[in-house]
Nanobody
């Protein structure tokens, strides 16, 4: 089992940048594929980005492609989401998620509590 704790959210102006971090507990972090999701008020949770256990494969939602970058540091048990050129529509609670798999999963077994990102216009 793994516990996930997100950080790095906050208030930023449109066009600005933020970097989210997700710290994982346990000694088997490198076995987990990791993902970032977000949920805006009144909307369903949506996929943002994912990264394989090795970091060799990444996948992005079309809405963030070219602006967001997912990465991981297995030595630090941490996955990151660098968000550039932020837009007001990126405002949401951002969650990280984990699953033991060597591929990019479609479902995840573990979830963090989320961190709020607010982009002002």
């Amino acid at each position: 089992q793994v516990q996930l704790v997100e950080s790095g959210g906050g208030l930023v102006q449109a066009g600005g940048s933020l970097r989210l971090s997700c710290a994982a507990s346990g000694r088997t972090f490198s076995r987990y594929a990791m993902g970032w999701f977000r949920q805006a008020p009144g909307k369903e949770r949506e996929f943002v980005a994912a990264i394989s256990w090795s970091g060799g494969s990444t996948y992005y939602a079309d809405s963030v492609k070219g602006r967001f970058t997912i990465s991981r540091d297995n030595a630090k048990n941490t996955v990151y989401l660098q968000m550039n050129s932020l837009k007001p529509e990126d405002t949401a609670v951002y969650y990280c998620a984990a699953k033991v798999t060597r591929t990019i999963p479609t479902t995840y077994d573990y979830w963090g509590q989320g961190t709020q990102v607010t982009v002002s216009s």
